[in-house]
C-alpha cells in the first residue's frame, strides 16, 4: 500500500472515533439517466445516496452509496465509501476520499483528495486520485463549477478524466438545474466524451437528466460522490 493510499484511508477515517457527541448534518438522495446521442441503448441509469455527520464545526464525515445500471453491456456497479472533511471556514472544505466500486466479477478502490469552496452565487470542487483495479490502474481528476441565479437556476461546467492503462477518457458536461423546492433539485445535462484506447480515438455527444432530494445542510452533503462508472455516459 502506498503513501498516499495510507494517508487518504487514515484521514477519511481519522475522526471516527474522536468525538461521543455529533449530528447528521446533511445528505441526499439522487437517481440519473445518461445516454449517448446515436445509440440510447449505450445508456446509464444511476441511483446514489449521501449522508453527513458532523463531529463538530470543523470536522466531519460522508458516506456514499451508489448503483449504477448499463444498458446496452448490462453491467452493474456499486460503489461505496466515505469522505474526511475538514471545514477551513464557512466557504471552503477540504476532504481525503476512499471508495470501493465493484463491476460485476471486478473490483477496484479509488482514493484521493478533494477541495470545494461556495460563496454567495458561485460554487466550485474538484479532486484528484487514484484507481487501482484487477490489472488495471488510472488516474482520475476532475474540476466543476456552478453559478446559481436569483430564479433558482443553476448552470453547472465541467471536466472530468480518466488516464489508464492504454485507455483516456474525456468528460465535458454542461448542466442545467432548478430547485423545484426547498428539498428538491432537477436537472438535465448535455456534454461529450472523448475516448482514446488503442490507438483508436472518438467522441461522442450524450445527453442526462435527473433529480436530487436533499435534506439538513441546503446542499446535503458536503462534496459530489466519487467513481470511475458515474463518469461514463453508457455502455
Known amino acids: 500500500?502506498?503513501?498516499?493510499?495510507?494517508?487518504?484511508?487514515g484521514a477519511t477515517f481519522l475522526f471516527s472515533n474522536a468525538a461521543l457527541a455529533g449530528e447528521i448534518s446533511g445528505g441526499s438522495i439522487g437517481l440519473s439517466y445518461s445516454s449517448f446521442t446515436e445509440?440510447?441503448?449505450?445508456s446509464r441509469?444511476?441511483?446514489?445516496?449521501?449522508?453527513e455527520y458532523a463531529f463538530n464545526r470543523d470536522f466531519s464525515i460522508q458516506g456514499d452509496l451508489a448503483f449504477q445500471n448499463f444498458g446496452e453491456s448490462d453491467l452493474d456497479?456499486?460503489?461505496?465509501?466515505a469522505h474526511g472533511i475538514y471545514h477551513v471556514?464557512?466557504?471552503t472544505s477540504l476532504g481525503a476520499f476512499f471508495m470501493r466500486e465493484d463491476v460485476d466479477d471486478g473490483d477496484g478502490n479509488f482514493y484521493g483528495i478533494e477541495g470545494g469552496y461556495e460563496t454567495?452565487?458561485?460554487?466550485?470542487?474538484?479532486y484528484a486520485g487514484n484507481f487501482d483495479g484487477?490489472?488495471?490502474n488510472a488516474t482520475i481528476l476532475g474540476i466543476s463549477g456552478r453559478y446559481e441565479f436569483s430564479n433558482a437556476l443553476g448552470l453547472t461546467g465541467s471536466f472530468d478524466q480518466i488516464d489508464g492503462d492504454g485507455v483516456e477518457l474525456s468528460r465535458y458536461g454542461v448542466k442545467l438545474d432548478r430547485d423545484v423546492s426547498p428539498t428538491l433539485n432537477l436537472f438535465v445535462e448535455v456534454g461529450s466524451a472523448d475516448v482514446e484506447a488503442g490507438g483508436l480515438s472518438g467522441s461522442e455527444t450524450f445527453v442526462g437528466l435527473g433529480g436530487k432530494i436533499v435534506f439538513g445542510a441546503e446542499r446535503g452533503a458536503t462534496?459530489?460522490?466519487r467513481g470511475l462508472t458515474r463518469l461514463i455516459p453508457g455502455l
Do not use: R
Request: aromatic share 8%; net charge negative; glycine share 14%.
Open 223 to 225: 462534496f459530489e460522490q
Open 45 to 51: 441509469i444511476g441511483v446514489e445516496g449521501s449522508i
Open 134 to 136: 484487477d490489472g488495471d
Open 1 to 9: 500500500m502506498n503513501t498516499l493510499k495510507c494517508a487518504v484511508i
Open 120 to 126: 454567495g452565487q458561485v460554487e466550485l470542487e474538484g
Open 89 to 91: 471556514n464557512d466557504d
Open 77 to 81: 456497479s456499486t460503489t461505496f465509501g
Open 39 to 42: 445509440d440510447s441503448d449505450f
